[in-house]
């Protein structure tokens, strides 16, 4: 649990004791629950639901940015090592100096040295949707140079020397990959809306807080002028 979430889960805590200290007072004055009490109970109930979801929904995440990630830099083989291969086979091809293969150079040093950010969420912060994005765009990117570099070796009229170089395997893993992506955005997004509803949530809960400390204080100055 990250400082920022411990604070959270302390809040939430609290926000239950002092329920249940209200229904302790309310029922030995046998009355109804008080309607902030009844706002409070929901505001938790709530939370805890938003919670369960967006755990349920980070780890989902999690694990397709692993698999897309498998993709661009694994060993079976990965869009780097694919196209390092390709790029081999296209040297030995060609030695011309046309446009086509001047892009085609140039995407094969853009897609090596491209730096694809961390994982942007870990145990020392909390969710970031900014960094999100960013990494979500970095990898949107990747898979857009990949397409155009294949979209390109067929105007150079590339012929792969290697078995394991096929055209249309490449354009089936580009495909995939971008396709992967969007799907990961669309996830990244559902993120992005549970965390701003937990965050909704917890203002409300501070605001529910403090208008049942006011309910549960004057009861009990009421009670204790009642006993005198």
Not at 133 to 143: F, I, K, Q, V
């Amino acid at each position: 649990m990250t400082p920022y979430e411990g604070t959270l889960a302390k809040k939430l805590t609290q926000a239950f004791e002092l329920g249940q200290v209200m229904a302790k007072w309310r029922q030995r004055a046998k009355q109804e629950a008080f309607p902030e009490e009844l706002i409070l109970e929901s505001i938790i109930n709530r939370i805890d639901q938003i919670n369960q979801q967006f755990n349920e929904q980070l780890h989902e995440y999690q694990t397709l940015t692993e698999a897309r990630k498998e993709v661009a830099n694994g060993s079976t083989p990965g869009i780097r090592q694919v196209i390092d291969t390709v790029w081999a086979d296209l040297c030995h091809q060609s030695t011309s100096d046309s446009v086509a293969t001047s892009l085609l150079k140039n995407l094969h040093q853009k897609i090596q040295r491209f730096t694809l950010p961390g994982f942007p969420i870990n145990s020392r912060k909390p969710f970031f949707y900014k960094e999100i994005r960013l990494y979500e765009d970095s990898y949107a990117l990747l898979g857009q140079y990949y397409s155009w570099f294949i979209d390109l070796l067929s105007v150079v009229n590339f012929s792969p020397l290697h078995e394991t170089v096929c055209l249309n395997n490449l354009r089936h893993q580009a495909h995939e990959f971008n396709r992967q992506t969007t799907q990961i955005m669309e996830e990244a997004e559902k993120l992005k809306n549970l965390q701003l509803a937990r965050n909704y949530l917890f203002k409300s809960l501070n605001q529910a807080t403090v208008a049942a400390r006011g309910r549960l204080s004057a009861y009990k100055q009421e009670a204790y002028r009642s006993y005198r």
